[in-house]
């Protein structure tokens, strides 16, 4: 469980910083920006995504290994 934690907060992670490069550099790569319903809500999703990541990692330190 701690392992799978750890690869959903880095997931979470990579697609959080994605988007945010892709907000101010215009480089076409991450998910976020390609779901409709988020449209104009890109960085603050980015930063949700950030947060959360950090959460996850949080969690999966707590959890005992195995």
């Known amino acids: 469980m ?11 992670l990579v697609q959080g910083i994605a988007c945010l490069v892709h907000e101010f550099t215009d480089w076409d790569w991450g998910l976020v920006q390609r779901i409709g319903f988020l449209d104009g809500f890109e960085i603050y999703a980015s930063i949700a995504l950030i947060v959360l990541a950090f959460a996850l990692f949080a969690a999966a330190e707590s959890r005992k290994s195995g």
Do not use: H, N, T, V
């Not at 701690?2 to 979470?12: M, N, V």
């Open 2 to 12: 701690k392992q799978f934690l750890e690869i959903l907060g880095f997931i979470a």
